[in-house]
């Protein structure tokens, strides 16, 4: 087995070596520092004890077919008495096994073949029915293709709905089982290929090669086996004495341009849709791309009866799946390019273009009027930015590129419903001023009570606040965590994103950047996403969260050498969900107050990059979905801590986490080391002692005169 960096083997080594009477310890060598043969015995003894354990820790992963290792795959299959073909490699086997249920209920339809096809050989598959192919004289039962049969509809709502219906084809409007459309040059290249929209004469031949295909009884299964892959930084060169034109390939052979691949799909879900002609890794053909620029071309409805509706919509153009033009005279021209996509020949463009294509989508609120542009000179946006859009939503509001320093936060609360904030290009950057107030304590934005708001695209730059806990706020808290919040609170820079109080429904964060300030020699507490109320169908897709440096020092105990770690501290999170403030003081006012709770949640596709802890939620959990998440330079992962029943957490973390060595050595035998962990403690408490609503500006800080309740003992994890 190979070396894993787990620590198990020094742990069990130590812990060898530490059961022997100390006589033979020191007999073991007369050498300073230098390990006898004794303890070179017990090492090798503990890199055994090690692999035993690991083996045990296996058995958890093992239980599943999706983490299982490949030798467990038959015996799971046999469970569930399926026939795996020796042929297959582990990929393809664990993928039958975990289907098996799957594909027997949907056995006999077509989208099971198709994605049968995909899972066994891991190339993009595509299946026709040999019939719907097939040129015949249609019949009384037969819905009538034309507009005659829809009065009074426009000819744009009959398209789309005999599209929708499978009786139009979705790129040549060809009719089904009808004549073919003489006059599309696209009709005439998709003729014998998989997404063929012309109806042929029966062909009773074997299938054999390109004959025998369109029959009744004929299945057609095609595959794509390469691969098509990106060149990235391509230059094209420009070919001499013709000004704008240009080769893709730098030697001018003529190479075939094909179509990016699409999205692995989610191997384990079921979610499987057909693709269309776009989707595959074939070439890229001249008509092709006419007919998806054609401002006569809708989205294609999927052929009828099968599958669901695809959720890739065709790109406008297949011009994003050219090349970036060199010269700067060419990216001034407004004009679309003009390139045939067959061969990368001589090929004027330009257009600057992007190379990624685009995936998966979904469909966007109607909008009650054109978005909204907002330039970057004027009010704050609390002050007026966007008060005259109060209560119209659902609206879209545009912000210019550019640099906002605001001089009170962004508050949306309830007259913002259904309000997408949005760049109108790269480079929106939000930024509290050089000497922020009290006022940012919460962030650049805060969402209070506001439902379906989108936000997206825009780089928020963390302020770092200063935050002084008020006097007594701890002191319910056990004597070694009592120090340890009073060291942490001196000085303490609070740095907030977005913050979401009270209750919350429908919140998306898509595509934005939170960027945590280099170290200041102050303890610092930031969070690029802080919530404390409840969040349902919340999705935070494809957003940035990034610290200059990677976490060096966090206040919690090296236990294993028996120091605590120098101030300062600093704690960062990408998403981190606790009880706040309000829910907290009704808890123990004896008041009947519900946790924090993420239900419907979404988090995938994030960069998590130099901060401490990627997402902490102390919350009542339902149903999350957190998938594709890069995690880099972290001190953690994402931690989820599901509360059962009352408000409080600190009750049951203050009691274990007060950085005992013994308590840890004792928890680290059960497994259950990480509930120690001090940033636990941290987290909770300064959740429950920041604000619950923002500052004005210029306003007085609220004074206390008692300390806060003390926090009863009834809170419960699991």
């Not at 015995?41 to 299982?68: F, H, K, P, Y």
């Not at 599209?163 to 005439?188: C, I, M, V």
């Not at 930024?431 to 107030?437: I, L, T, V």
């Not at 440096?549 to 999170?573: C, K, M, R």
């Amino acid at each position: 087995m190979a070396d894993v960096a787990d620590g198990y083997a020094e742990y069990y080594a130590q812990r060898l070596w530490a059961l022997l009477p100390a006589v033979y310890r020191t007999d073991d060598t007369d050498a300073s520092g230098a390990p006898g043969p004794l303890r070179e015995l017990l090492n090798r003894i503990g890199g055994q004890v090690a692999v035993v354990r690991r083996s045990i820790d296996r058995l958890w992963a093992d239980q599943s077919i999706e983490t299982c290792d490949d030798w467990v795959i038959p015996y799971i299959g046999g469970l569930l008495g399926t026939n795996l073909v020796n042929g297959l490699d582990a990929r393809g086997q664990r993928l039958d096994v975990a289907k098996t249920i799957h594909y027997r209920r949907r056995k006999g339809t077509l989208a099971v073949l198709e994605e049968l096809a995909r899972d066994v050989t891991g190339w993009d598959a595509h299946v026709v029915e040999g019939f719907r192919r097939l040129a015949r004289t249609r019949h009384g039962l037969d819905p009538m293709v034309g507009p005659a049969a829809f009065p009074g509809s426009s000819p744009a709502d009959v398209a789309g709905l005999l599209q929708h219906e499978g009786l139009t084809g979705p790129l040549t409007g060809t009719p089904a089982g009808g004549l073919a459309d003489l006059r599309s040059a696209h009709d005439a290249a998709l003729s014998g290929s998989p997404f063929d929209e012309s109806f042929h004469m029966a062909d009773l031949r074997a299938g054999r090669g390109a004959v025998g295909h369109f029959g009744i009884q004929k299945l057609l299964v095609f595959l794509w086996r390469l691969t098509s892959f990106p060149v990235a930084g391509g230059t094209p060169v420009q070919v001499a004495g013709c000004p704008g034109l240009f080769t893709f390939d730098p030697t001018g052979r003529q190479v075939p341009i094909f179509l990016p691949p699409a999205a692995d799909p989610d191997t384990f879900a079921d979610t499987w849709t057909s693709a269309y002609e776009w989707q595959v890794p074939g070439p890229i053909t001249r008509s092709l791309e006419q007919a998806m620029a054609s401002p006569a071309t809708s989205p294609p409805a999927p052929p009828y009866p099968f599958p669901p509706p695809n959720p890739d919509p065709p790109p406008a153009t297949l011009v994003p799946f050219g090349l970036r033009a060199p010269t700067r005279a060419a990216r001034s021209r407004p004009t679309t390019s003009t390139a045939s996509p067959e061969r990368s020949g001589p090929a004027r463009t330009t257009a600057s273009c992007s190379a990624t294509p685009r995936h998966r989508w979904a469909p966007r609120r109607p909008s009650a009027a054109a978005p909204a542009s907002i330039p970057r000179s004027g009010p704050s946006p609390r002050g007026g930015l966007l008060a005259s859009h109060r209560t119209e939503g659902p609206i879209t509001a545009c912000l210019a590129p550019g640099t906002y320093t605001l001089t009170e936060p962004l508050v949306l609360g309830p007259g913002f419903n259904d309000l997408t904030l949005q760049a109108c290009g790269p480079g929106v950057l939000l930024r509290a001023p050089s000497q922020p107030g009290p006022e940012f304590v919460l962030g650049l934005i805060v969402v209070e009570g506001a439902t379906a708001v989108t936000i997206r695209g825009l780089t928020l730059a963390m302020p770092p606040v200063r935050f002084p806990a008020p006097a007594g706020s701890f002191s319910a808290l056990s004597d070694a965590n009592q120090s340890l919040l009073a060291e942490f609170s001196k000085g303490l820079q609070v740095l907030i994103g977005i913050s979401v109080s009270g209750s919350t429904t429908g919140l998306t964060v898509e595509d934005c950047v939170f960027k945590l300030p280099g170290p200041s020699g102050a303890n610092r507490f930031s969070a690029g996403i802080f919530a404390t109320g409840a969040m349902n169908d919340l999705t935070i897709r494809g957003c940035g969260f990034l610290a200059t440096t990677a976490p060096v020092s966090v206040p919690f105990h090296n236990l294993a050498a028996g120091i605590q770690s120098a101030p300062p501290d600093e704690l960062a999170f990408g998403y981190l969900q606790v009880p706040g403030i309000t829910a907290v003081a009704a808890d123990a006012a004896g008041a009947d107050a519900a946790p924090p709770s993420l239900h419907d949640a979404t988090i995938e596709q994030n960069r998590f990059e130099g901060v401490t802890v990627p997402t902490l939620i102390m919350a009542r959990i339902g149903t999350l979905r957190a998938d594709r998440n890069a995690v880099r330079n972290c001190y953690a992962g994402f931690w989820l801590f599901s509360i059962a029943g009352p408000v409080q957490v600190l009750p049951f973390f203050d009691p274990i986490a007060t950085g005992d060595a013994g308590i840890y050595e004792f928890a680290a035998i059960l497994g259950i080391s990480a509930l120690l962990d001090r940033i636990l403690v941290i987290a909770a408490a300064i959740g429950q002692v920041l604000p619950a609503a923002p500052r004005q500006a210029g306003a007085s800080s609220p004074s206390r005169s008692s300390r806060p309740p003390r926090p009863s003992r009834r809170g419960l994890c699991r």
